[in-house]
């Protein structure tokens, strides 16, 4: 079965970073591109940054570009999300999701309807 499970939220003040990470398992993990989505209070799902499978080519989200950086790292099995300069704004609950349509266009990607799995989620707050 595929589990993924996200850990590493918390609270964190305005300007502060934080690491999330995500276990992975039940599936071949570097066949599959990864991705970070996530849910604000009383919002929809956001997506906000991928990484594909092959050459691990990331791409973000305008709303996080520059802030934040995708990993993966095959050997571990696992997907990293390290977030910098973190604002009110960033605070939601984060999942970390695979793509099961196979197809690296950014349009796929930004598409949280391509994520057949997702974790549990864990909750980031920026607050102070």
């Known amino acids: 079965d595929v589990q993924l499970q996200a850990s590493g939220g918390g609270l964190v003040q305005p300007g502060g970073s934080l690491k999330l990470s995500c276990a992975a398992s039940?599936?071949?993990?570097?066949?599959?591109?990864m991705s970070w989505i996530r849910q604000a209070p009383g919002k929809g799902f956001e997506w906000i940054a991928a990484i594909r499978n092959g050459e691990a080519d990331p791409t973000y989200a305008d709303s996080v570009k520059g802030r934040f950086t995708i990993s993966r790292d095959n050997a571990k099995i696992a997907v990293n999300l390290q977030m910098n300069s973190l604002n009110p704004e960033d605070t939601a609950v984060y999942y970390c999701a695979l793509n099961t349509v196979y197809e690296s266009t950014y349009d796929a990607l930004s598409n949280t309807a391509s994520y057949g799995f997702w974790g549990q989620g864990t909750l980031v707050t920026v607050s102070s």
């Open positions: 039940g599936f071949a993990f570097s066949d599959y591109a």
